[in-house]
């Protein structure tokens, strides 16, 4: 919708910083979550044994996700530029509707929110929303 | 008709008896206002709505926001038919209030954060799903009787 301010920026890092080590619980948790709560998303992994919120493809998969959520923190300067390869990644070969991205977004923020009751501000949730909604942009840039 | 599972039932009449509708109705309508803040056109007349703090702090949206979880009573007690129980509150967000539907599920989203926070790991990806799905719920019969 719109790009990220300075300020959006720090809250973004500044939240971050405090994550730092519980990357793989959140991941697995969103992904868990997501498949729980929206079933639908299920049928892009139609190629999984166990399609469960706990089984460990799905663990492995929140895991992969949430290193590209790190990933994009890093790169918040310039998201187009650096998740291009991701980009390509989801357009060509995932072809994930980008209505999911939103999906997960919201996962994401709800197991922030469990986890970190006190940190996860109204300021710090928009931040966040902001910046997600900027990646999810990101990722749909090469889809046509 | 909504079909409701035992499970759903159960959850949803258990998380309203846990929450504080003073903690959570104010808590989740101040993130509205803070996180989607083009919701704020609803409330021109609530004062100083500057800031995130002043927001926080503001009484108005404070009583405005247990006023909202009380009317999601109602569906918690009417399950098997929330459409019909809020028919009347539906013509009063469209015709008086002239409140954008879609502003509904931002506040939901906001209302199952807050939620997701009060009950921490009791708020499960079961107990979401059922949560989500009565919202959803409550979302679609608000915007029935717009026309």
């Known amino acids: 919708m719109t790009t990220l301010t ?39 992994f139609a190629h999984w044994k166990d399609l469960s919120p706990s089984s460990p493809s799905a663990r492995k998969h929140g895991i992969t996700v949430m290193k590209g959520v790190a990933d994009a923190v890093s ?8 998740l291009l390869g991701l980009s390509e990644l989801h357009a060509f070969t995932l072809r994930v509707d980008p209505a999911n991205f939103k999906i997960l977004s919201h996962c994401l923020l709800v197991v922030l929110s469990i986890m970190f009751p006190n940190d996860f501000t109204p300021e710090a949730h928009v931040a966040l929303d902001k910046f997600l909604a900027a990646v999810a942009l990101a990722l749909a840039e090469k889809y046509r | 008709m909504v079909e409701w599972t035992d499970f759903e039932r159960a959850t949803i009449a258990d998380i ?9 109705g104010p808590a989740a309508l101040a993130r509205c206002l803070v996180v989607y803040p083009w919701t704020q056109r609803y ?16 009484p108005m949206v404070a009583k405005h926001g247990t006023t909202i979880l009380h009317g999601l009573d109602r569906a918690v007690k009417n399950m098997d038919d929330i459409k019909a129980t809020y028919a009347e509150l539906s013509v ?5 209030l002239h409140v954008d539907p879609d502003n509904f599920k931002l506040l939901s989203d906001c209302l199952t954060i807050v939620v997701a926070a009060q009950l921490g790991k009791a708020f499960s990806g079961e ?5 989500q799905k009565f919202l959803a719920v409550v979302v ?5 009787q717009y026309h």
Do not use: C
């Open chain 1, 6 to 44: 300075a300020k959006d920026k720090d809250a973004v890092r500044t939240f971050w910083a405090k994550v730092s080590g519980k990357e793989e619980d959140i991941g697995t948790d969103a992904v868990a979550r997501m498949l729980a709560v929206y079933p639908q998303t299920k049928t892009y």
């Open chain 1, 75 to 82: 790169k918040i300067d310039d998201l187009k530029g650096g």
């Open chain 2, 16 to 24: 309203f008896s846990k929450i504080q509708y003073e903690v959570v």
């Open chain 2, 43 to 58: 409330f021109g007349n609530f004062g100083n709505l500057y800031n995130a703090a002043a927001i926080s702090g503001n």
């Open chain 2, 92 to 96: 009063l967000h469209s015709e008086k």
């Open chain 2, 127 to 131: 107990v979401q799903a059922a949560f």
């Open chain 2, 140 to 144: 679609s019969a608000l915007g029935r």
